[in-house]
């Protein structure tokens, strides 16, 4: 075989940003191309020099978005072969993927492009349970023939051509740099698809495309059904483990099935809280994890109008020194909070729910396990709602009703003997309302030794309640209450002192 017909006729781009502990081996994979480009998007590392070095030819363009970024490689890179792969850094060709690219284009196809399929990789094995395999991605295309859109983090095909399936699969390392830099750019791409969602762009599906005997069609339906389908993280979660297998896999197959299920709440908790406050663009943190997307619906400013209306302040209320109520506010909590809160309502929230009406031993193990601190025989019905468990202090004997609302963003601690009737919330956190960011207050909630809070009443940041004393039901306490006293209204205000029987 002449040194021409060993060369892959198909031109290679491969995609990066700081790639420079992935680059080298990605561009060793593709070595039997002669046509081999780098489309770097600003990479602060040494990824362009040793591209430059690995003999590829290095270009660079801002990222605004994956669809853009491949448009921007077909329009504007000068490639020797009509047919065009795109990998990120992060994945591999094989030799048997490379046979069968040779003799399929051998043929002259007229697809459009090709599916590949891919095998995830992480903690040292081949994810093929958990990792859903064949997950197919159109990644081998003819330059006249393809083009892409965004969609949600990623890129959707658009041509009028028909689309192949390739059997070999290339290799993905998504977890090549660690798991700081996929939690990273999960929080990115659960940001954009948490605005796709809203914007309502989803493909539109039939129940019978649940059942498709197109794979990709398939893919996609299932997709779209589990943004209208409750509890979809959990789900998520136990799909992978039991339904695709990921539990035969071991350590590896459960870690992931944790990981894909903490992208799904991430996303299922941004978009609850792009619809509950009924956003008119994205600001401050989803702004900074998803440059250049504009929400859906966004009112986009037009300076010459806004000179001609006196500034637009009809539109937009102003506070007394001419700026907005809110700004956003930088996160105040740790990555580690921010990791422990998702195990949290990932994982220990279901469990917690799920488990028995008389499981209180169960419960108290588990809220535990993630840092409470409990004495013995706490009582906890399973209906109660437990913000951040590690934030929790209940002494021995005391009891949470069925419903009660425990918000301990700031510490809580729940005395000796103490009753929490249900439906009841304590509430260790508010923000403060003089401050353009809106910063959180999160403020310690004690309740002292025999106390008894009643049903449905509310207990605020900061608030002491002394012992032997009883908030009314229906009552809320905004301040300290002194101890042993009967105390209601709103606000709460002792009543009479309470005096127990011998």
């Not at 399929?104 to 095998?119: D, R």
């Not at 197959?253 to 990981?259: D, F, K, Q, V």
């Not at 740790?334 to 917690?352: A, D, N, Q």
């Not at 601190?373 to 590690?390: F, M, N, T, Y």
Request: positive net charge.
């Amino acid at each position: 075989m002449s040194s021409a017909e060993k060369t892959l006729p198909v031109s290679i781009v491969i995609l990066t940003l700081n790639e420079e502990v992935n680059v080298e081996a990605c561009i060793a994979s593709c070595a039997e191309s002669d046509d081999i480009h780098v489309l770097d998007s600003g990479s602060a590392d040494r990824t362009a020099e040793i591209a430059r070095r690995c003999g590829a030819q290095v270009w660079e363009h801002p990222f605004e978005s994956f669809g853009r970024q491949r448009n921007w490689a077909i329009d504007n890179i000068p490639m020797k072969h009509e047919w065009v792969l795109h990998l990120d850094a992060d994945e591999r060709l094989t030799p048997e993927l490379v046979s069968e690219m040779r003799r399929t284009l051998a043929t002259n196809p007229k697809e459009a492009g090709f599916y590949l399929p891919n095998k995830l990789m992480f903690m040292g094995r081949w994810l093929r349970r958990a990792g859903a395999y064949p997950t197919y991605q159109m990644r081998l295309f003819h330059r006249d023939r393809m083009r892409f859109c965004d969609y949600g983090h990623g890129q959707r095909e658009l041509t009028s051509g028909r689309i192949g399936t390739f059997q070999e699969p290339y290799v993905h390392y998504a977890f090549s740099k660690g798991l700081s830099d996929w939690f990273d750019k999960h929080n990115r791409y659960s940001t954009l698809e948490a605005l796709q969602v809203l914007g309502r762009d989803a493909d539109h599906w039939t129940i019978g495309d649940l059942v498709s005997s197109d794979r990709i069609a398939r893919r996609r339906a299932w997709k779209a059904f589990g943004y209208v389908m409750p509890f979809r993280p959990q789900v998520r979660w136990f799909v992978t483990l039991f339904v695709l297998g990921g539990i035969l896999e071991g350590r590896a197959g459960l870690s992931y099935a944790r990981l894909y299920g903490t992208y799904e709440q991430m996303t299922s908790l941004k978009l609850r809280m792009m619809r509950a406050r009924k956003l008119e663009s994205t600001t401050g943190f989803e702004m900074e994890q998803a440059p250049g997307v504009r929400a859906p619906g966004a009112v986009v400013s037009d300076p010459t109008r806004e000179a001609a209306d006196g500034g637009g302040a009809a539109q937009r209320p102003l506070g007394a020194a001419g700026l907005p109520q809110t700004r956003p506010e930088p996160s105040p909590y740790s990555f580690r909070e921010k990791l422990g809160r998702v195990i949290w309502m990932v994982v220990g929230k279901p469990l917690f729910r799920a488990s028995f009406h008389n499981w209180y031993g169960f419960r108290r193990r588990l809220l535990k396990l993630f840092g409470a601190k409990l004495g013995k025989g706490v009582a906890i019905r399973p209906s109660v709602h437990v913000e951040i468990p590690w934030m929790l202090e209940i002494d021995d004997g005391a009891i949470v009703g069925d419903e009660a609302i425990l918000y301990c963003l700031g510490r809580i601690r729940i005395g000796k003997r103490a009753i929490i009737s249900q439906y009841a919330h304590l509430c260790a956190g508010t923000h403060d309302y003089t401050d353009p960011t809106f910063r959180l207050i999160r403020s310690p909630i004690t309740i002292g030794d025999d106390v008894w809070i009643g049903a449905d009443a509310f207990v605020g940041p900061g608030v002491t309640i002394g012992p032997l004393s009883v908030l009314g039901a229906r009552s809320s306490a905004y301040k300290d209450l002194p101890m042993q006293q009967i105390c209601v209204g709103n606000p709460a205000k002792p009543l009479r002192r309470r005096e127990l029987e011998a």
